[in-house]
C-alpha cells in the first residue's frame, strides 16, 4: 500500500484497480472520481494530526458504486455540487460506510430503479456549507415540493420491495448564522408506496438550514429536518440546537413514521411560516427538552395537520409574530404535555397552510374541526399578548377530552378573550 500525495497518485491508483486508496496530502482534483465496487478511499493523518483534503475544481466531488467506504477526509467542492454522491444503479448495492469526513458540498444518496436494497452507515459527518436548492427529485403532496437536504439519503424506486437500511450517528450540518441552503437533512422514500428507507438510529448534532424562498411562493418548503413519506425512523435524537433561517423553513417535519423522536435543546424559527414542529405523518413519543421558539411572520409552534402523535412533550412554546400560532392541532393526538408556558405575542397575519397563504391569528391554542386530544397538560401560562385574539379556541368538531393548566389561562391583548369554544365542540366542564 502506497500513499497518495499528489494528483497524478491518484489518478494512477484509480486507473491501476487499487482496492484501498490512501491520501497522505492534500490533492486538488480536475474532475469528479469514481470509486469502483469494494474500494476504500481514506485519509491518513499529517504530521499535525490534520487530515487531507480532497479538492475538486467546479465538479462534483467522489462517486460511489458498490460496497464502498469513505474515512477520515476533508472533501470541498462548491457548495452548489455534490462531494459525495451514487451513480451505480443494481439490484444490490451492499454496505457503505462513511466515517470521520467533513464536507463542502451536497451528500447524496440516492437510488433508483432497479436497485433492491443498500446498506447505509454514516459516522462523524460535518457538512460545513451546501446548496441544495437545485435538484429535481423532489417529493411533493399537500400542495408542495420539498427541496433536498445537505445530508440526503432517497430511495427514488417506486418498486414496493426497494429498501435502503440507513444508520446515522453524530452529524452537524452548517453553521450559527451561516446555514446549509435547502434542507438539512433529508430522509425519503418514493411516496406514500412504493420504495422505502428504514433507519435504526439517528443522531445529530446543530443543524442550521435556510431555504432562501422568496416570501409569497405557497409551493416549496424545506426543513433542517425532514423525514419524509416512505421513511420510518426508530430512534431519532437532536443533542444539539436545531434552527432554521427563512421563509417557509420548518424546523423539524415528518410525513413519514418516527417511533422515538428526542431533541435535547432548543428548536428555533427565525424565518415567516416556520414551524417548530409540524407532523403530517405518524410517530410515537415526541419529547423537545429545550424551548421551542419562532420569530417569524405566521411561524407556528406545533401543527398537527395530518396523521397522529401518541405522547408529545416540550419544554415551553412561545411565538412572535402575528398570525404565529402557538399549538393546533387538526388531526387526533394521544398525550400532549407543554411543561412550561406557552405564550403568542403576535396579532393577525398570514401564513403558509398547506400550500395556500391564509390569515391566520396568533391564538394561544387551536383544536380545529377533526382535531382531538386525549390530554392536555400546560405547567405554566397559556397566554396571548396580541389584540383582538382568543388565547383557547376549540372548532365545532374539535375535542379535548382532558385538560389541566397549571398557571393561568391569560388574554392580555385589547379585545381579547381567554376562551372561544363552538358549539358542538366537546371540552372539559372546566372550559364551560
Not at 469514481?34 to 487531507?52: D, F, K, S
Not at 410515537?284 to 405522547?311: H, I
Request: glycine share 14%; proline share 3%.
Amino acid at each position: 500500500m502506497s500513499i497518495i500525495t499528489t494528483y497524478n497518485d491518484l489518478v494512477s491508483a484509480l486507473l491501476q484497480g487499487d482496492k484501498e486508496l490512501v491520501i497522505g496530502r492534500s490533492i486538488l482534483v480536475s474532475s469528479s472520481i469514481t470509486l469502483a465496487p469494494e474500494v476504500t478511499i481514506r485519509g491518513e493523518a499529517q504530521e499535525n494530526g490534520e487530515y487531507p483534503t480532497l479538492s475538486f475544481s467546479n465538479t462534483d466531488g467522489v462517486g460511489l458504486t458498490k460496497n464502498n467506504q469513505i474515512k477520515n477526509l476533508n472533501i470541498q467542492t462548491d457548495p452548489s455540487h455534490r462531494a459525495v454522491y451514487n451513480i451505480l444503479q443494481a439490484q444490490d448495492l451492499g454496505h457503505f460506510e462513511f466515517e470521520n469526513l467533513r464536507l463542502i458540498g451536497q451528500f447524496s444518496f440516492i437510488t433508483r430503479p432497479g436497485t433492491k436494497s443498500a446498506k447505509v452507515s454514516i459516522k462523524d459527518l460535518d457538512i460545513i456549507a451546501c446548496d441544495a436548492r437545485r435538484y429535481p427529485e423532489q417529493p411533493q403532496k399537500y400542495g408542495v415540493n420539498v427541496w433536498q437536504g445537505a445530508l440526503t439519503v432517497y430511495n427514488f424506486n417506486s418498486e414496493d420491495d426497494s429498501r435502503i437500511d440507513l444508520t446515522i450517528d453524530n452529524i452537524t450540518i452548517g453553521r450559527k448564522n451561516a446555514p446549509v441552503l435547502g434542507s438539512g437533512l433529508f430522509v425519503s422514500g418514493f411516496g406514500d408506496k412504493g420504495g422505502t428507507v428504514v433507519a435504526d438510529r439517528i443522531t445529530t448534532g446543530a443543524v442550521y438550514s435556510n431555504g432562501k424562498l422568496p416570501f409569497g411562493v405557497p409551493d416549496i418548503i424545506t426543513a433542517a429536518i425532514f423525514i419524509v413519506y416512505g421513511a420510518t425512523v426508530k430512534q431519532l435524537t437532536h443533542h444539539e440546537t436545531i434552527v432554521t433561517y427563512g421563509v417557509s423553513d420548518m424546523v423539524l417535519d415528518t410525513w413519514g413514521h418516527v417511533e422515538n423522536w428526542l431533541s435535547e435543546k432548543d428548536v428555533i424559527s427565525y424565518g415567516p411560516s416556520g414551524i417548530g414542529f409540524v407532523n403530517f405523518g405518524t410517530v410515537g413519543n415526541f419529547v423537545v427538552k429545550g424551548d421551542v421558539k419562532t420569530y417569524g411572520l405566521g411561524a407556528r409552534g406545533y401543527n398537527q395537520y395530518d396523521g397522529t402523535v401518541d405522547n408529545i412533550e416540550f419544554g415551553s412554546i412561545e411565538t412572535f409574530g402575528d398570525g404565529s400560532i402557538g399549538i393546533q392541532l387538526s388531526r387526533k393526538i394521544g398525550k400532549l404535555t407543554v411543561h412550561g408556558d406557552v405564550i403568542t405575542h403576535g396579532g393577525e397575519g398570514q401564513s403558509l397552510v398547506k400550500g395556500v397563504l391564509s390569515t391566520l391569528k396568533a391564538i394561544g391554542l387551536s383544536v380545529k374541526e377533526g382535531g382531538e386530544a386525549e390530554q392536555i397538560t400546560i405547567g405554566g401560562n397559556l397566554e396571548t399578548q396580541g389584540d383582538a385574539l382568543s388565547t383557547l379556541e376549540v372548532n365545532k368538531g374539535g375535542i379535548i377530552h382532558a385538560m389541566q393548566v397549571g398557571g393561568d389561562i391569560v388574554a392580555k391583548g385589547e379585545g381579547s378573550q381567554r376562551l372561544d369554544i363552538e358549539d358542538g365542540a366537546q371540552v372539559p366542564d372546566s372550559l364551560k
